[in-house]
């Protein structure tokens, strides 16, 4: 049933690190997307959106690319702070609706 | 401000029962959204209310669970006669309007025993 596709991890990494988590979906119709960040036993929050023409913002970098149908993200200089899990989220909107599909999400722990 | 907010946070439920989890979404937001988050699990979409109207409600896994908004405002959750593969976290969003940046609650931990 799962229409977004990710590795779950959990990525291990040390402070300082880069770090890529990459995210694949099915439906070629998904309209917009997003990385959201859920920390444990937390509610997810929206970390960035994802355009076709990457965009940027401090240490995170995100990407998508519509012909392989992936998104991805990349974290540099990874601190403590990073860790958690992250949800890579496509939206579709039509009739009224707008659903958003959330990958199982992968898990990063930086390790000091 | 307040931000979206969530009750009871922990509900432990016989087999059977009916539960009614309750959602305050931010002041003025039009959309308001539920989802189930399993364990080890990406939150799973459930149904989509704008204001008052029920426009989506796909996600629902089955006709024991039932939404409500009948204000607009707060929203309920209901699930009849629960079963143990019901156990999860309850998450309610609310945005601005329907395509914006959602914001969840703190979620309800229903443990069905």
């Known amino acids: 049933r799962k229409e977004v596709e990710q590795d779950p991890g959990p990525f291990n990494v040390p402070e300082g690190a880069t770090v890529a988590f990459n995210c694949t979906y099915s439906?070629?119709?998904?309209?917009?997307f997003f990385w959201y960040r859920q920390d444990c036993r937390k509610e997810p929050k929206l970390l960035m959106s994802?355009?076709?023409s990457g965009n940027e913002d401090g240490r995170f970098t995100a990407q998508l690319n519509r012909a392989s149908q992936y998104i991805s993200l990349l974290i540099r200089d990874s601190k403590l702070s990073d860790s958690a899990t992250y949800l890579c989220?496509?939206?579709?909107?039509?009739?009224?609706?707008?659903?958003?599909?959330f990958g199982k999400g992968t898990k990063l722990s930086v390790i000091p | 401000g307040a931000g979206v907010s969530q009750s009871p946070r922990y509900k432990v439920a016989k087999r059977g029962q009916d539960v009614a989890l309750r959602c305050d979404p931010i002041?003025?937001?039009?959309?308001l959204f539920w989802y189930q988050q399993a364990l080890g699990q990406g939150p799973e979409f459930l149904t989509y209310?704008?204001?008052?109207?029920?426009?989506?409600k796909s996600g629902l896994p089955s006709d024991r669970f039932f939404a409500e908004r009948p204000e607009g405002s707060v929203s309920t959750l209901k699930i009849q006669r629960t079963q143990q593969e019901d156990s999860a976290v309850y998450l309610c969003?609310?945005?601005?309007?329907?395509?914006?940046?959602?914001?969840f609650g703190p979620g309800t931990r229903l443990t069905v025993t």
């Open positions: 439906n070629s119709a998904s309209q917009s």
């Open positions: 994802v355009y076709s």
């Open positions: 969003a609310s945005s601005l309007v329907g395509g914006d940046e959602q914001y």
């Open positions: 209310f704008q204001n008052e109207a029920q426009l989506d």
């Open positions: 002041s003025g937001h039009v959309s």
């Open positions: 989220v496509w939206v579709m909107s039509g009739a009224g609706s707008y659903q958003l599909t």
